[in-house]
Protein backbone atom coordinates (compact mmCIF):
# COMPACT_ATOMS: atom_id res chain seq x y z
CA UNK A 1 0.00 0.00 0.00
CA UNK A 2 2.62 2.54 0.82
CA UNK A 3 4.37 1.57 -2.31
CA UNK A 4 1.55 2.21 -3.94
CA UNK A 5 1.24 5.61 -2.72
CA UNK A 6 4.69 6.59 -3.35
CA UNK A 7 3.68 5.89 -7.10
CA UNK A 8 1.30 8.01 -7.20
CA UNK A 9 2.82 10.68 -5.50
CA UNK A 10 5.65 10.69 -7.83
CA UNK A 11 3.11 10.53 -11.02
CA UNK A 12 1.63 13.93 -9.49
CA UNK A 13 5.11 14.98 -9.09
CA UNK A 14 6.28 14.49 -12.48
CA UNK A 15 2.83 15.42 -13.91
CA UNK A 16 2.98 19.18 -11.63
CA UNK A 17 6.55 19.29 -13.30
CA UNK A 18 5.50 19.06 -17.11
CA UNK A 19 2.75 21.48 -16.37
CA UNK A 20 4.72 23.83 -14.74
CA UNK A 21 7.54 23.29 -17.44
CA UNK A 22 4.58 23.61 -20.04
CA UNK A 23 3.13 26.74 -18.91
CA UNK A 24 6.72 28.36 -18.81
CA UNK A 25 7.78 27.63 -21.98
CA UNK A 26 4.62 28.45 -23.46
CA UNK A 27 4.90 31.62 -21.74
CA UNK A 28 8.18 32.52 -23.42
CA UNK A 29 6.65 31.83 -27.01
CA UNK A 30 4.12 33.38 -26.68
CA UNK A 31 6.26 36.90 -24.93
CA UNK A 32 8.41 35.95 -28.05
CA UNK A 33 5.36 36.05 -30.66
CA UNK A 34 3.89 39.17 -29.00
CA UNK A 35 7.02 40.85 -29.51
CA UNK A 36 7.56 39.62 -33.46
CA UNK A 37 4.26 40.66 -34.09
CA UNK A 38 4.62 44.10 -33.02
CA UNK A 39 8.03 44.82 -34.86
CA UNK A 40 7.01 42.72 -38.27
CA UNK A 41 9.79 43.43 -41.02
CA UNK A 42 8.32 40.77 -43.52
CA UNK A 43 7.48 37.49 -44.25
CA UNK A 44 11.29 36.28 -42.84
CA UNK A 45 9.25 37.45 -39.39
CA UNK A 46 6.27 35.33 -39.74
CA UNK A 47 8.24 32.43 -40.56
CA UNK A 48 9.95 32.71 -37.20
CA UNK A 49 6.78 32.76 -35.01
CA UNK A 50 5.70 29.11 -34.37
CA UNK A 51 2.77 28.57 -35.72
CA UNK A 52 0.88 26.86 -32.79
CA UNK A 53 1.25 30.11 -30.99
CA UNK A 54 -2.01 31.68 -30.09
CA UNK A 55 -3.42 34.89 -28.91
CA UNK A 56 -7.42 34.84 -27.15
CA UNK A 57 -9.37 37.65 -26.09
CA UNK A 58 -12.97 37.56 -24.16
CA UNK A 59 -12.88 41.38 -23.43
CA UNK A 60 -12.93 44.56 -25.59
CA UNK A 61 -12.45 42.59 -28.77
CA UNK A 62 -14.71 42.68 -31.93
CA UNK A 63 -16.93 39.37 -32.09
CA UNK A 64 -14.89 37.90 -34.80
CA UNK A 65 -11.13 38.96 -33.60
CA UNK A 66 -11.48 36.56 -30.29
CA UNK A 67 -8.94 34.30 -31.08
CA UNK A 68 -6.02 33.72 -33.80
CA UNK A 69 -2.75 32.34 -34.30
CA UNK A 70 0.05 35.25 -34.01
CA UNK A 71 1.52 33.68 -37.07
CA UNK A 72 -1.27 34.10 -39.16
CA UNK A 73 -2.15 37.09 -37.82
CA UNK A 74 1.72 38.19 -38.87
CA UNK A 75 1.35 36.89 -42.58
CA UNK A 76 -2.18 38.83 -42.73
CA UNK A 77 -0.74 41.96 -41.61
CA UNK A 78 2.18 41.75 -44.74
CA UNK A 79 -0.51 40.69 -46.89
CA UNK A 80 -2.54 44.05 -46.20
CA UNK A 81 0.96 46.00 -46.42
CA UNK A 82 2.16 44.60 -49.52
CA UNK A 83 -0.90 43.76 -51.33
CA UNK A 84 -0.23 40.42 -51.67
CA UNK A 85 -3.13 38.01 -51.97
CA UNK A 86 -0.94 35.14 -52.17
CA UNK A 87 0.24 35.17 -48.62
CA UNK A 88 -3.54 35.13 -47.44
CA UNK A 89 -2.71 31.39 -47.91
CA UNK A 90 -0.94 31.36 -45.04
CA UNK A 91 -3.20 32.60 -43.03
CA UNK A 92 -4.60 29.71 -40.79
CA UNK A 93 -8.37 30.77 -38.82
CA UNK A 94 -8.07 29.43 -35.25
CA UNK A 95 -11.16 27.61 -34.17
CA UNK A 96 -12.71 26.98 -30.84
CA UNK A 97 -16.40 26.28 -29.62
CA UNK A 98 -17.05 29.51 -27.90
CA UNK A 99 -14.62 31.89 -29.66
CA UNK A 100 -14.55 33.37 -32.99
CA UNK A 101 -11.60 33.98 -34.72
CA UNK A 102 -12.63 34.63 -38.17
CA UNK A 103 -10.91 37.84 -38.50
CA UNK A 104 -7.52 36.28 -39.04
CA UNK A 105 -8.40 33.57 -42.14
CA UNK A 106 -7.64 33.56 -45.41
CA UNK A 107 -11.13 35.00 -46.64
CA UNK A 108 -10.38 38.19 -44.14
CA UNK A 109 -7.59 38.67 -45.64
CA UNK A 110 -8.23 37.76 -49.00
CA UNK A 111 -11.15 41.32 -48.35
CA UNK A 112 -8.55 43.47 -46.45
CA UNK A 113 -6.37 43.23 -49.35
CA UNK A 114 -8.80 43.64 -51.94
CA UNK A 115 -10.19 46.88 -49.44
CA UNK A 116 -6.95 48.44 -48.99
CA UNK A 117 -6.58 48.13 -53.08
CA UNK A 118 -9.90 49.66 -54.19
CA UNK A 119 -7.99 52.71 -51.07
CA UNK A 120 -5.00 52.84 -53.20
CA UNK A 121 -6.69 54.13 -55.92
CA UNK A 122 -9.21 56.28 -54.58
CA UNK A 123 -5.94 58.10 -52.84
CA UNK A 124 -4.08 57.72 -55.96
CA UNK A 125 -2.03 60.51 -56.99
CA UNK A 126 -4.18 62.43 -59.83
CA UNK A 127 -2.80 64.54 -62.20
CA UNK A 128 -4.54 67.30 -62.17
CA UNK A 129 -3.48 67.93 -58.55
CA UNK A 130 0.06 68.07 -59.31
CA UNK A 131 2.25 70.88 -59.51
CA UNK A 132 2.50 72.63 -62.89
CA UNK A 133 4.68 76.01 -63.92
CA UNK A 134 1.73 78.54 -64.21
CA UNK A 135 3.97 81.72 -65.63
CA UNK A 136 7.68 82.63 -64.98
CA UNK A 137 8.78 86.28 -64.21
CA UNK A 138 12.33 87.34 -64.48
CA UNK A 139 13.19 90.81 -64.01
CA UNK A 140 16.88 92.34 -64.23
CA UNK A 141 18.07 93.90 -60.98
CA UNK A 142 20.07 96.96 -60.74
CA UNK A 143 23.53 94.86 -60.63
CA UNK A 144 22.61 93.03 -63.67
CA UNK A 145 21.69 89.82 -61.83
CA UNK A 146 18.33 88.18 -63.24
CA UNK A 147 15.71 87.76 -60.11
CA UNK A 148 13.27 85.09 -61.18
CA UNK A 149 10.30 84.17 -59.87
CA UNK A 150 8.07 81.06 -60.40
CA UNK A 151 4.34 80.67 -59.73
CA UNK A 152 3.12 77.19 -59.44
CA UNK A 153 -0.54 75.96 -59.70
CA UNK A 154 -1.72 72.59 -58.06
CA UNK A 155 -2.98 71.19 -54.76
CA UNK A 156 -0.93 68.29 -53.96
CA UNK A 157 1.30 68.37 -51.01
CA UNK A 158 5.04 66.70 -51.39
CA UNK A 159 8.22 67.78 -52.42
CA UNK A 160 9.12 68.92 -55.68
CA UNK A 161 12.28 69.50 -57.69
CA UNK A 162 13.02 73.19 -58.72
CA UNK A 163 15.47 73.82 -61.11
CA UNK A 164 16.90 76.69 -63.36
CA UNK A 165 18.80 75.60 -66.48
CA UNK A 166 20.78 77.59 -68.95
CA UNK A 167 19.69 77.00 -72.36
CA UNK A 168 21.55 78.90 -75.64
CA UNK A 169 19.21 80.86 -78.33
CA UNK A 170 18.99 77.49 -79.90
CA UNK A 171 17.62 76.38 -76.79
CA UNK A 172 20.87 73.56 -76.31
CA UNK A 173 21.78 72.87 -72.59
CA UNK A 174 24.66 74.66 -71.59
CA UNK A 175 24.47 73.63 -67.47
CA UNK A 176 22.68 74.24 -64.46
CA UNK A 177 22.33 77.63 -62.27
CA UNK A 178 20.32 76.76 -59.53
CA UNK A 179 18.57 73.96 -57.79
CA UNK A 180 16.97 72.73 -54.65
CA UNK A 181 13.84 70.34 -53.40
CA UNK A 182 11.06 72.15 -52.19
CA UNK A 183 7.73 70.91 -49.88
CA UNK A 184 4.71 72.99 -51.71
CA UNK A 185 1.14 72.26 -50.48
CA UNK A 186 -2.10 73.84 -51.88
CA UNK A 187 -0.91 77.26 -51.38
CA UNK A 188 0.19 79.53 -54.21
CA UNK A 189 3.36 81.49 -52.88
CA UNK A 190 5.78 81.73 -55.76
CA UNK A 191 9.14 80.36 -55.91
CA UNK A 192 12.43 82.60 -55.83
CA UNK A 193 16.04 82.61 -57.06
CA UNK A 194 18.90 84.80 -58.25
CA UNK A 195 20.38 84.16 -60.99
CA UNK A 196 24.18 85.63 -61.00
CA UNK A 197 25.48 87.37 -64.01
CA UNK A 198 28.60 85.84 -62.65
CA UNK A 199 27.17 82.30 -62.38
CA UNK A 200 26.13 82.71 -66.44
CA UNK A 201 29.81 83.75 -67.25
CA UNK A 202 31.53 80.62 -65.59
CA UNK A 203 28.75 78.37 -67.83
CA UNK A 204 29.56 80.13 -71.32
CA UNK A 205 33.27 81.25 -70.54
CA UNK A 206 34.90 83.57 -73.33
CA UNK A 207 32.14 82.75 -75.87
CA UNK A 208 30.03 85.39 -73.59
CA UNK A 209 29.12 88.92 -75.25
CA UNK A 210 27.45 91.61 -74.15
CA UNK A 211 23.79 91.77 -75.83
CA UNK A 212 23.99 87.76 -76.37
CA UNK A 213 20.29 86.04 -76.36
CA UNK A 214 19.97 82.87 -73.44
CA UNK A 215 17.06 81.05 -72.30
CA UNK A 216 16.16 80.42 -69.10
CA UNK A 217 15.30 77.09 -68.62
CA UNK A 218 12.79 76.30 -65.08
CA UNK A 219 11.66 73.04 -64.43
CA UNK A 220 9.03 72.08 -61.91
CA UNK A 221 9.26 68.24 -60.73
CA UNK A 222 7.31 66.25 -58.25
CA UNK A 223 9.47 63.61 -56.26
CA UNK A 224 7.18 62.10 -53.64
CA UNK A 225 3.83 63.10 -52.17
CA UNK A 226 3.04 64.03 -48.57
CA UNK A 227 0.64 60.41 -48.84
CA UNK A 228 3.43 58.22 -50.21
CA UNK A 229 0.92 57.08 -53.04
CA UNK A 230 2.96 58.59 -55.92
CA UNK A 231 4.59 55.14 -56.76
CA UNK A 232 1.04 53.34 -56.77
CA UNK A 233 -0.30 56.33 -59.42
CA UNK A 234 1.44 54.98 -62.10
CA UNK A 235 1.66 58.58 -63.67
CA UNK A 236 4.15 59.53 -66.63
CA UNK A 237 7.28 61.41 -66.38
CA UNK A 238 5.57 64.56 -68.21
CA UNK A 239 2.59 64.42 -65.82
CA UNK A 240 5.29 64.78 -62.78
CA UNK A 241 7.18 67.38 -64.53
CA UNK A 242 6.96 70.79 -65.45
CA UNK A 243 9.31 72.84 -67.96
CA UNK A 244 8.97 76.31 -68.99
CA UNK A 245 11.98 78.84 -71.08
CA UNK A 246 11.88 82.95 -71.07
CA UNK A 247 14.31 84.29 -72.83
CA UNK A 248 17.43 87.09 -71.35
CA UNK A 249 19.55 89.40 -72.94
CA UNK A 250 22.64 89.25 -71.50
Known amino acids: MKKFFYIILGIIVLLAV ?15 ALQKINNIKGVETCQSIPSHTYNTFLIFNP ?35 FLNGSAVSREACLKAVNKQESQDF ?5 PESVHKIEKVEINSTPSG ?10 TLWGTYKFS ?4 DSSEKF ?3 LDELDTHLSDRKDPLSTIVYRQKIQQLVGSQIKSGQMYNIQVSLKLL ?26 F
Open 18 to 32: YAVGSFAWNKLSYED
Open 63 to 97: SDYQTYYFRSECYQKVAIQTRDEKLCDQVKERKSF
Open 122 to 126: ADRVK
Open 145 to 154: DFDIKVFPTG
Open 164 to 167: VSLL
Open 174 to 176: IGI
Open 224 to 249: RDDAVQLQRSNLSPTQLESIKNQSIT
